[in-house]
């Protein structure tokens, strides 16, 4: 897994995670934090712990990056080694900034450990600090110092003599109740479910009367409609198998003594559940799509809701267990629904469960459509190579997470219908393996997408995988991440594959990771869908024209080292014609909020070329249209750019910027420092600038 800085970029409206566990493997991972994890997941909150054993690079993963952004809060357990711990320290730094950023929840616990020696680092922290410094330089070591600072600031949890069971559950008992719940009412589920019943039959009417066929425009309606059943189907299911999961889990915990072979469990959806993980406000959107999409109105028109013809079928879920019942003797029985609830295996639904052990993949292949709660770092899939091409009817693999996983199965290629695939690794060709160019097979692949080992891998195979056509993708990770440092760099094979590797048009989110290539793909400034775009290529020498991306809203751009300067080719002027241009075109970056650069070490200038903007702007000299930059520029980061003498005065005086960061940029401190810097003046009104020394 590549390591490379976070952004703000990261952050969407669903987290994936509930808790983000941040902890000193050596000190508590086999005791207090595995308690601590189990108690979290027993109780619903999906928790991400780094169980890698695996040694990491000197840089924070780009997993673990991507699961502190994507999670509602962590638990950050201070014990005896956490201070030594360097990649505790990084983590413990995103963490801060995450909560300076958008609020993220932070839980300290002190682990048998005085919190007065992390907040003032005295004694070992103290000790484990000099080395730090000596090894890693003051910069760095001030950053984690600071976020010492701050985290100690917050009311924790010490632990020093009570019960670890007790302690544990009050901890879980507060978090679960400050959880952002939502309130989902019971009338919304069985008005989506009636809804999604009716658009089945009205689409299957529709094909049996051709109504498909009556034009472009019928047709473009019934993609939409597709598109949006396929979506509510994903929800249902999340719902459904939450729903069960539940009741199955007070089940469990009660141990409920019996001598049956079986135990019926009899689903009731109960008035108001509540949720943290946005299945209820995904319920809630869908609904409203479904109500500016007005197919209702259609329903009476291709469907005879009085039909005896007609079938409205249960929707079940797809997911890991049955909706109805679960069979088998009492032990295995309970140590099958504790594997179901702590996603430690199990993929599909049984009629007997003896010996399912040994049959978690082979027993019920055809039925299988959602394969989920892979365990983060753990290699499933390796373990399922001989069976995964009889998943015929698999649609969702949702393995976000399993970078140890370097190969995916050869028999991948064969899932047709699969429509989400979190993670993608591609390697050297291989018979038994699945390659970059079998992604033609998945034609359905919608959601998010994550390709690494891209180094790997041969232009003619990223060709093959026909990326642009796959409509449904929404956000893209391109990693060329490299394992082996001492291999001469592929510049012009990378240039080839990432050109290959064209999105389709309507991507909203875009990373690329590590690339090597010289040059950018010519295609990146006609995705005008995209709303996110963070960039780590170190040899591109300027950056792409973005500028005329219209619906750009967070863009990261970091360790480009030989970039020395931006300036017009940013804003995309050369792309303008001055034959055909309007007021809207001499505003760049219309609708950009965050932007963020970091670790640009050689980069010395930015500044564009003002007065040949307004001349361009006027044409004829008769037009009153002056250039507008970054109109709604609302956070502007500047991190680790050493060399960057100034900041852009007109940026800096948009009435929309509320906030700047800049750190570990010596010359911009010199000038914008509250103290001494000459221009602070010229930064005096935003309302929130941090320029720490």
Same mark, same amino acid.
């Given at each position: 897994?590549s ?8 952050? /969407?409206?669903k987290f994936k995670y509930?808790i983000?566990?941040s902890f000193c ?11 601590l ?5 027993r109780?619903g ?5 780094? +169980?890698k054993?695996?040694?990491?690079g000197?840089?924070?993963a780009l997993?673990l990056?991507?699961a502190?952004?994507?999670s509602?809060g962590?638990?950050i357990?201070?014990?005896k080694?956490?201070?030594f ?5 990084d983590?413990l730094v995103?963490?801060?900034?995450q909560?300076?950023?958008r ?7 002190f682990?048998? %450990?005085?919190?007065?020696d992390?907040?003032?680092q005295?004694?070992t %922290?103290?000790?484990d600090?000099k080395?730090h410094?000596?090894?890693y ?10 976020a010492?600072?701050?985290v100690?600031?917050i009311n924790?949890w010490?632990?020093k003599? /009570?019960h670890?069971?007790?302690?544990v559950?009050?901890?879980v ?8 719940a939502?309130?989902?009412d019971e009338?919304e589920v069985?008005e ?6 009716k658009?089945?039959?009205? &689409? ?5 009367k051709?109504?498909?066929e009556?034009?472009?425009?019928v047709?473009?309606?019934? @993609?939409e409609?597709?598109d ?8 249902? @299911? ?5 729903v069960?999961k539940s009741k ?12 049956s072979?079986s135990?019926s469990?009899e689903?009731?959806t ?8 946005g299945?209820?406000l ?5 609904n409203?799509?479904l109500e500016a999409?007005? *197919?209702?109105d259609?329903f =009476? ?8 013809? &007609?079938r409205?079928e249960? #929707? ?5 267990i049955?909706?109805?019942?679960v069979?088998g003797? @009492?032990?295995?029985?309970?140590d ?9 295996g199990?993929i599909?639904?049984?009629d ?5 052990r ?6 019920c292949?055809?039925?299988?459509r959602?394969l989920?709660?892979?365990?983060q770092g753990?290699?499933v899939?390796?373990g399922?190579?001989d069976?995964?091409e009889?998943?015929?009817?698999l649609r969702h693999? /949702? ?5 140890s ?8 290629s064969?899932l047709?219908s699969?429509?989400?695939l ?7 060709s291989?018979s038994?393996?699945?390659s970059l160019?079998?992604l033609?097979?998945l034609i359905?692949?919608r959601g998010n997408?994550?390709?690494?080992g891209?180094?790997s ?10 990326l642009?056509?796959?409509a ?9 991440y490299?394992? @082996?440092?001492e291999?001469?760099?592929?510049m012009?094979?990378h240039a080839l594959i ?15 990771v590590?690339? /090597? ?10 995705l005008?869908s995209l709303?996110? *775009?963070e ?8 950056l792409?024209?973005?500028g005329?991306l ?5 863009l990261?751009?970091?360790?480009m080292?030989?970039?020395r300067k931006v300036g ?5 002027i050369?792309?303008?014609s001055l034959?055909?241009v309007?007021?809207? +075109?001499?505003?760049?970056? #219309?609708?950009?909020k965050l932007?963020?650069f970091r670790?640009?070490c050689e980069?010395?200038?930015?500044e564009?070329d003002?007065?040949?903007l ?6 004829d ?9 970054m109109p709604?520029?609302?956070r502007l =980061?500047?991190?680790?750019?050493y060399e960057?003498?100034?900041?852009p005065h007109?940026?800096l ?7 700047l ?9 010199d000038?914008?420092n509250?103290k001494?810097g ?6 005096s009104?935003?309302p929130r *600038?941090?320029?720490?020394?």
């Amino acid at each position: 897994m590549s390591a490379f800085s976070s952004s703000s970029a990261f952050h /969407q409206s669903k987290f994936k995670y509930g808790i983000f566990l941040s902890f000193c493997g050596k000190d508590t991972r086999k005791s207090f934090t595995d308690h601590l994890y189990s108690a979290l997941i027993r109780k619903g909150i999906r928790t991400f712990r780094d +169980d890698k054993s695996l040694e990491r690079g000197e840089d924070l993963a780009l997993e673990l990056l991507r699961a502190i952004g994507e999670s509602w809060g962590s638990i950050i357990v201070f014990s005896k080694e956490y201070a030594f711990s360097h990649w505790c320290l990084d983590e413990l730094v995103e963490i801060m900034k995450q909560r300076e950023e958008r609020g993220h929840r932070v839980y300290p616990i002190f682990f048998y %450990v005085e919190p007065s020696d992390f907040r003032h680092q005295r004694n070992t %922290v103290e000790e484990d600090f000099k080395k730090h410094e000596m090894k890693y330089g003051e910069v760095k070591t001030r950053s984690w110092r600071r976020a010492l600072e701050q985290v100690t600031g917050i009311n924790g949890w010490p632990l020093k003599d /009570q019960h670890e069971s007790e302690f544990v559950e009050d901890i879980v008992k507060h978090i679960f109740e400050k959880l952002d719940a939502k309130i989902l009412d019971e009338q919304e589920v069985i008005e989506m479910k009636t809804s999604y019943q009716k658009i089945q039959a009205l &689409l299957e009417n529709a094909e049996d009367k051709q109504y498909m066929e009556e034009g472009k425009a019928v047709k473009v309606w019934f @993609d939409e409609l597709k598109d949006l059943a396929y979506d509510i189907e994903d929800v249902l @299911d999340e719902w459904n198998t939450a729903v069960l999961k539940s009741k199955i889990e007070r089940v469990y915990e009660a141990q409920i003594p019996s001598t049956s072979s079986s135990i019926s469990i009899e689903v009731h959806t109960p008035s108001t559940i509540s949720w943290f993980g946005g299945i209820a406000l995904r319920i809630r959107e869908l609904n409203k799509r479904l109500e500016a999409s007005r *197919v209702k109105d259609y329903f =009476s028109l291709a469907v005879d809701l009085n039909s005896t013809n &007609l079938r409205l079928e249960r #929707p079940k879920t797809t997911s890991l267990i049955d909706e109805s019942i679960v069979y088998g003797r @009492d032990d295995d029985k309970l140590d099958l629904v504790h594997c179901l609830l702590s996603g430690e295996g199990g993929i599909a639904s049984y009629d007997g469960i003896e010996g399912w052990r040994q049959r978690q993949v082979e027993s019920c292949h055809e039925k299988v459509r959602h394969l989920n709660f892979i365990p983060q770092g753990d290699p499933v899939i390796d373990g399922i190579n001989d069976g995964m091409e009889k998943l015929i009817k698999l649609r969702h693999l /949702q393995n976000g997470g399993t970078s140890s996983i370097r190969l995916m199965p050869k028999g991948m290629s064969r899932l047709t219908s699969l429509q989400t695939l979190e993670e993608l690794a591609v390697g050297s060709s291989s018979s038994n393996s699945f390659s970059l160019a079998d992604l033609e097979n998945l034609i359905h692949l919608r959601g998010n997408l994550y390709i690494r080992g891209l180094d790997s891998v041969q232009p003619s195979e990223a060709r093959e995988a026909l990326l642009s056509a796959k409509a449904g993708l929404r956000e893209l990770i391109i990693d060329f991440y490299i394992e @082996d440092y001492e291999k001469e760099p592929q510049m012009e094979e990378h240039a080839l594959i990432l050109q290959a590797l064209q999105p389709p048009p309507n991507l909203q989110i875009l990373r690329i990771v590590q690339c /090597q290539s010289r040059v950018f793909p010519n295609w990146m400034t006609s995705l005008i869908s995209l709303k996110i *775009v963070e960039l780590s290529c170190e040899n591109w020498e300027s950056l792409p024209s973005l500028g005329k991306l219209p619906s750009l809203e967070s863009l990261t751009i970091h360790s480009m080292h030989k970039v020395r300067k931006v300036g017009d080719e940013f804003l995309g002027i050369e792309t303008l014609s001055l034959s055909s241009v309007n007021h809207t +075109d001499f505003v760049f970056f #219309p609708n950009l909020k965050l932007l963020e650069f970091r670790f640009m070490c050689e980069w010395k200038e930015w500044e564009y070329d003002y007065e040949k903007l307004v001349w361009r702007s006027r044409g004829d000299r008769s037009s009153n249209t002056i250039p507008i930059i970054m109109p709604k520029l609302q956070r502007l =980061s500047i991190l680790s750019c050493y060399e960057l003498k100034t900041l852009p005065h007109h940026i800096l005086q948009s009435r929309a910027l509320q906030e700047l960061v800049i750190r570990e940029s010596r010359f911009l401190y010199d000038r914008y420092n509250k103290k001494t810097g000459h221009d602070w003046p010229s930064i005096s009104h935003i309302p929130r *600038v941090n320029i720490p020394y």
